[in-house]
């Protein structure tokens, strides 16, 4: 399970959408927003939407009529490329911006002008422009001697490595020096697709865990960016079920402490055919996300009462947006919304939810019971 952009990368768009007008110093300063929502409503955007002022304006009017209240920006997308003229000494020494956003701040300011609040989206371990920058930061493959592919041609980067650490640090400082208000954290987890017998990685020390890995990495985001940067991480609705790391390093207990949000992506048509009984359970959205969200808030608790200690996470489910597996019409989408409800509202965890659709159009959301 994982976003997928398959209706549109936003190369179709790339030539005919209007780029932000580059207004604004970039030395001028952008706070975050004064006072940020308390309930989430997200909707995803592409860089390209991002970056233009025709989509920008459509989602304003969407917060106008307090449909949503805030936006997940692609930043650094499943390509590793950076949307914006990133300083940073690796991104510069490498070439690894891509500026289809012009100006940060000028957008990040005409948003807050609005009241809405801004996600930066980073896909952490998927990186194919690093990698080919820099292989001897890759996973690489045992029968080439050369770095490795998923099943999409797609490179990563071994989460091993603390160099890599030390550049999502790094750009996260960045965007929140632009004025970003939260930075989401994606891809936080070895590859899951492809050849993955064919993989081999530069193991730190003795660890040989991947669950190991990844823990030690989000206690490091932790140590270097909270309090002063609100962070969440995209994980799969799957580690909400399992006791294990679903073999991707994501064990769930892991990115549950104080001042965390998770962001599980509870899609249900990312679950398996029989999954609670259901042939396909992408027709019962209501059943198959109160589920996984029951448990999720039961291992929280299950925490705090290890811990003797209320733990303040947050819980900021991703909802289906897209059709796949079924119709996602408005109706269906209710449902989700339903789920979310009923399973988190009346608990301390709540915060919300980010809408994901792939084509960033969002058809119907003046239809959803918000």
Request: glycine share 4%; net charge negative; aromatic share 12%.
């Amino acid at each position: 399970m994982q976003h997928n952009n398959v209706y549109t990368s936003g190369s179709n768009l790339k030539a005919t959408l209007p780029l932000v007008a580059s207004t604004t110093p970039r030395e001028e300063p952008v706070l975050p927003l004064t006072n940020p929502p308390e309930v989430i409503r997200a909707a995803y955007y592409t860089k390209y939407f991002a970056s233009s002022d025709k989509r920008i304006n459509n989602l304003i009017a969407l917060s106008q009529k307090n449909l949503i209240n805030s936006v997940v920006i692609d930043f650094k997308d499943y390509t590793g490329v950076l949307s914006y003229d990133s300083k940073i000494d690796l991104a510069k020494k490498y070439h690894l911006s891509e500026p289809i956003i012009k100006d940060v701040k000028a957008l990040i300011r005409k948003l807050h002008q609005n009241n809405i609040y801004v996600i930066a989206r980073i896909s952490v371990f998927q990186d194919s422009a690093l990698v080919k920058a820099r292989p001897d930061l890759a996973v690489k493959s045992f029968a080439h001697e050369a770095p490795w592919k998923d099943h999409k041609g797609i490179m990563w980067l071994d989460a091993n490595n603390q160099e890599v650490w030390d550049y999502i640090v790094d750009i996260s400082k960045e965007l929140r020096g632009d004025g970003i208000d939260e930075i989401n954290f994606d891809y936080i987890r070895f590859p899951s697709d492809g050849i993955l017998s064919d993989m081999r990685f530069n193991w730190r020390s003795e660890v040989h865990s991947k669950a190991l890995v990844i823990k030690e990495f989000v206690n490091y985001l932790k140590e270097k960016l909270l309090p002063n940067i609100p962070i969440s991480f995209d994980i799969f609705g799957q580690t909400l079920i399992n006791h294990d790391d679903v073999n991707i390093g994501q064990l769930f207990e892991n990115f549950v402490f104080d001042g965390s949000i998770i962001a599980p992506m509870v899609y249900p048509s990312h679950y398996v055919s029989g999954f609670i009984g259901y042939n396909n359970p992408a027709d019962h959205p209501y059943e198959v996300m109160k589920y996984s969200l029951d448990l999720a808030l039961s291992r929280i608790h299950e925490l705090e009462i290890k811990s003797s200690t209320t733990i303040a996470v947050k819980v900021r489910p991703w909802v289906q947006f897209f059709d796949l597996g079924a119709n996602y019409t408005p109706a269906m989408i209710n449902k989700e919304l339903a789920s979310i409800h009923d399973s988190l509202a009346t608990s301390t965890v709540y915060q919300g939810y980010n809408f994901w659709d792939p084509r960033n159009l969002y058809p119907g959301i003046e239809q959803l019971k918000l």
